[in-house]
C-alpha cells in the first residue's frame, strides 16, 4: 500500500513538470480565400470614386462651362461699354476731369505740405491750369493769324504748280478739264442731302463739347478739392471686410495713373518741341501751332503725334515744295523712333509696365469703340487693370487662409 502511494505521487510530479516546459506555437499555413459575402467596410473609410458613365466627355462640360461664364462676362463688359457710350456726354467730362486730376494732385499735395488749406491749394492749382490752357491757346491763335495770310497766298501758289504739274505728262489734265471735274464734285456735295443732316450733327457735337468742357472743369475742381474724401465714400460701399483691401488697390491704381498721366506729357512735350525745332530751322510757317497740335496728338499712343505730324508735312508741302515736305516728313519718323524706342520705355516702361502689344491693342479696341476719347482713355484703363489686378493677385497669395 505504501509503494502504491509513493508511485501515484512520483507519477502526479512527473505531469506538473511536464506541463511547466513551453510548447512552441505554430502557425498554421495560409489558406486560399474563402469566396463568400464581403464584408462592408467602415464607416470612416473614403468611398470609392463612381466611373464617369457621362455621354459627354469631362473636357468638354468644363469647356462648356468655362464658355457660357466668359459670355457672360463679356456681355456684362459690352453692357458697360454701352452704357457708358449713351451717357458719354457726363462719363467721358468725369473721366477726363479725373486724368486733369491724377496729374494735377502732386502740386495739391505739395502746396499743402508747405502750409496752405486744402481749398487754396486747389485753387491755385486750378487757376494755373487754367491760366497755362488759355496762355497756350492764345499764344497759338497769335501765330496763326499772323502767319495766316502768308500760307493761304503760299498755298494757292502750290496748288497752281499742282495743277502746272497735272496739265504736263503723264496726266495731260488742262485747266477746264480740271475745273469742270471740281465742278462736278462740289455740285454733287450740294445735292447731297445729308448736307443738312451733318450740319444739324456737327451743331450738336459742338455742344455737346461745350457742356462736356465745362462739366470736365467743374469735376476737376472737386477732385483736386475733396478727392479723398470722394473715395473714402465710395470706399464705404464696399462690404467691411473688403474694405482695406479696396482702399489699398485705389491708392495703387491712383498711383499709376498719375503717373500715366505725368509720363505721357513728357512723352508730348517732347515731341512738340523736336517738331517745333526742325520746323523752324527748315522755316516752315505755323511752325509754333503745329507743334502744339503735335503736342496734343501724343496723347494718343503710337500714332496721334504722327497723325498729327502729317499735317506739318502737308502745310511743308504746299509753302515750301516737296524737297522740305520730305525733309519734315523723315524728321518726323526719325522722332517718332527715338520716342517709341528710346524716350517713351524709359519714361513709361519705368512708371507703368505695359507691353507694347497691349497698347497697340488697347489703342485700336478704344479707336473703334469710342473714337478718338477711345484710343485717349483706354490705355489708362489698361494699366489700372493691370496694375490692380496684379495687387489683388498678390495680396490674395500671401494673405492667410481662412
Given at each position: 500500500m505504501g509503494r502504491l502511494t509513493r508511485w501515484?505521487?512520483?507519477?502526479?510530479?512527473?505531469?506538473?513538470?511536464?506541463?511547466?516546459?513551453?510548447?512552441?506555437?505554430?502557425?498554421?499555413?495560409?489558406?486560399?480565400?474563402?469566396?463568400?459575402?464581403?464584408?462592408?467596410?467602415?464607416?470612416?473609410?473614403?468611398?470609392?470614386?463612381?466611373?464617369?458613365?457621362?455621354?459627354?466627355?469631362?473636357?468638354?462640360?468644363?469647356?462648356?462651362?468655362?464658355?457660357?461664364?466668359?459670355?457672360?462676362?463679356?456681355?456684362?463688359?459690352?453692357?458697360?461699354?454701352?452704357?457708358?457710350?449713351?451717357?458719354?456726354?457726363?462719363?467721358?467730362?468725369?473721366?477726363?476731369?479725373?486724368?486733369?486730376?491724377?496729374?494735377?494732385?502732386?502740386?495739391?499735395?505739395?502746396?499743402?505740405?508747405?502750409?496752405?488749406?486744402?481749398?487754396?491749394?486747389?485753387?491755385?492749382?486750378?487757376?494755373?491750369?487754367?491760366?497755362?490752357?488759355?496762355?497756350?491757346?492764345?499764344?497759338?491763335?497769335?501765330?496763326?493769324?499772323?502767319?495766316?495770310?502768308?500760307?493761304?497766298?503760299?498755298?494757292?501758289?502750290?496748288?497752281?504748280?499742282?495743277?502746272?504739274?497735272?496739265?504736263?505728262?503723264?496726266?495731260?489734265?488742262?485747266?477746264?478739264?480740271?475745273?469742270?471735274?471740281i465742278d462736278r464734285a462740289v455740285a454733287v456735295f450740294q445735292d447731297d442731302s445729308s448736307v443738312t443732316e451733318q450740319a444739324a450733327t456737327a451743331a450738336t457735337v459742338a455742344i455737346e463739347i461745350l457742356v462736356g468742357l465745362a462739366l470736365a472743369l467743374f469735376a476737376l475742381i472737386f477732385?483736386?478739392?475733396?478727392?479723398?474724401?470722394?473715395?473714402?465714400?465710395?470706399?464705404?460701399?464696399?462690404?467691411?471686410?473688403?474694405?482695406?483691401?479696396?482702399?489699398?488697390?485705389?491708392?495703387?491704381?491712383?498711383?499709376?495713373?498719375?503717373?500715366?498721366?505725368?509720363?505721357?506729357?513728357?512723352?508730348?512735350?517732347?515731341?512738340?518741341?523736336?517738331?517745333?525745332?526742325?520746323?523752324?530751322?527748315l522755316q516752315v510757317p505755323l511752325a509754333l501751332p503745329l507743334g502744339v497740335l503735335v503736342f496734343f496728338g501724343a496723347f494718343v499712343p503710337l500714332i496721334g503725334a504722327f497723325v498729327t505730324g502729317t499735317v506739318a508735312v502737308l502745310v511743308a508741302l504746299v509753302t515750301q515744295g516737296l524737297l522740305i515736305a520730305i525733309v519734315v516728313l523723315a524728321g518726323l519718323i526719325v522722332v517718332q523712333q527715338i520716342e517709341s524706342n528710346i524716350f517713351q520705355p524709359f519714361i513709361l516702361g519705368r512708371m507703368v509696365s505695359i507691353h507694347p502689344l497691349a497698347v497697340a491693342v488697347a489703342v485700336a479696341i478704344g479707336t473703334l469703340a469710342g473714337s478718338i476719347i477711345g484710343a485717349i482713355i483706354a490705355v489708362p484703363i489698361v494699366a489700372l487693370v493691370n496694375t490692380v489686378g496684379s495687387y489683388l493677385a498678390s495680396t490674395r497669395e500671401s494673405s492667410p487662409g481662412p
Open positions: 501515484l505521487t512520483d507519477v502526479r510530479q512527473r505531469f506538473v513538470q511536464a506541463d511547466d516546459v513551453p510548447v512552441p506555437v505554430t502557425e498554421p499555413p495560409e489558406r486560399a480565400p474563402v469566396l463568400g459575402p464581403v464584408p462592408p467596410p467602415p464607416a470612416d473609410a473614403p468611398a470609392a470614386p463612381e466611373p464617369d458613365r457621362h455621354p459627354v466627355p469631362k473636357v468638354v462640360r468644363d469647356a462648356a462651362e468655362w464658355s457660357w461664364r466668359l459670355i457672360i462676362i463679356a456681355a456684362a463688359v459690352a453692357g458697360v461699354g454701352w452704357l457708358a457710350w449713351e451717357l458719354r456726354v457726363v462719363i467721358f467730362p468725369l473721366v477726363a476731369g479725373l486724368l486733369l486730376a491724377a496729374g494735377l494732385q502732386p502740386l495739391v499735395r505739395r502746396l499743402r505740405a508747405a502750409g496752405l488749406a486744402r481749398g487754396p491749394a486747389a485753387a491755385v492749382v486750378f487757376i494755373g491750369f487754367l491760366l497755362v490752357v488759355v496762355g497756350s491757346l492764345t499764344l497759338v491763335g497769335n501765330a496763326v493769324g499772323g502767319q495766316f495770310q502768308d500760307v493761304v497766298d503760299q498755298a494757292e501758289e502750290g496748288l497752281q504748280e499742282v495743277r502746272n504739274w497735272l496739265a504736263g505728262p503723264p496726266f495731260s489734265i488742262d485747266e477746264a478739264q480740271l475745273d469742270r471735274y477732385f483736386l478739392y475733396d478727392g479723398e474724401r470722394i473715395w473714402t465714400w465710395l470706399v464705404r460701399l464696399f462690404p467691411a471686410k473688403a474694405r482695406a483691401r479696396a482702399a489699398a488697390a485705389g491708392d495703387v491704381a491712383w498711383l499709376t495713373l498719375g503717373q500715366y498721366i505725368r509720363g505721357t506729357v513728357l512723352v508730348a512735350l517732347f515731341d512738340a518741341v523736336a517738331i517745333t525745332i526742325l520746323l523752324f530751322i
